[in-house]
């Protein structure tokens, strides 16, 4: 099974900084990647799929790129509302494996 | 309102079973892949099945021969079936709508419902 590795598994930063996750898969999986954000105690939000599409009602600070193996889930402007567990998933094929999470927190 | 409430969680012993449950509402149920997705208290994510609209079934190993995923469409219903639970299937178990015809991501959660597994 393809396994989805984030990194860092915790990052702090501070309100404006720019941000970047990264997911990598242990296969290539095209651009079948997508982000979700879970804030504490909430359930999770899809933010991107297809690597780089931004869902619908999504702040366009939210970014996606990478193809491949390589992944990266980019925020422009870092907001206080932005605090939660960043997850990435892949969607090629079965095992629908998802990353171990970002938590991102504010310096 | 577009939404998904999942039921059926509780306290079951190891080697018990449970069955839970997904009430959707706002869209059209039967034209919407389906899956679920678990997450233990603190933990991260884990995809647990998922179903075609035309009935298709997927699992990953850790579940495989254990839990069973169906789907009612009559009744706007998504079903888990889960067997010979041990402590490891203690979780939260989220029912999941799939954004786009084979593209399983998912674009709606539902807010969960707890599985237990002690004794």
């Known amino acids: 099974d393809i396994q989805m590795t984030q990194s860092p598994s915790s990052l702090s930063a501070s309100v404006g900084d720019r941000v970047t996750i990264t997911c990598r898969a242990s296969?290539?999986?095209?651009?079948?990647l997508a982000w979700y954000q879970q804030i504490p105690g909430k359930v999770p939000k899809l933010l991107i799929y297809?690597?780089?599409t931004l869902q619908s009602g999504v702040p366009t600070r939210f970014s996606g790129g990478g193809s491949g193996t390589d992944f990266t889930l980019t925020i422009s402007s870092l907001q206080p509302e932005d605090v939660a567990t960043y997850y990435c998933?892949?969607?090629?094929?079965?095992?629908?494996?998802f990353g171990q999470g970002t938590k991102l927190e504010i310096k | 309102e577009v939404q998904l409430v999942e039921s059926g969680g509780g306290l079951v012993q190891p080697g018990g079973s449970l069955r839970l449950s997904c009430a959707a509402s706002?869209?059209?149920?039967?034209?919407?892949?389906m899956h679920w997705v678990r997450q233990v208290t603190g933990k991260g994510l884990e995809w647990v099945s998922g179903i075609s609209v035309g009935g298709d079934t997927y699992y990953p190993g850790s579940v495989k021969g254990r839990f069973t995923i169906s789907r009612e469409n009559a009744k706007n219903s998504l079903y888990l079936q889960m067997n010979s639970l041990s402590a490891g299937d203690t979780a939260v178990y989220y029912c999941?709508?799939?954004?786009?015809?084979?593209?399983?991501?998912?674009?709606?959660w539902g807010r969960g419902t707890l599985v237990t597994v002690s004794s």
């Open positions: 297809a690597a780089s």
């Open positions: 706002g869209f059209t149920f039967s034209t919407y892949d």
């Open positions: 296969q290539a999986i095209r651009n079948y």
């Open positions: 998933q892949k969607y090629d094929s079965a095992p629908y494996t």
């Open positions: 999941a709508r799939v954004g786009n015809p084979w593209n399983w991501y998912f674009d709606l």
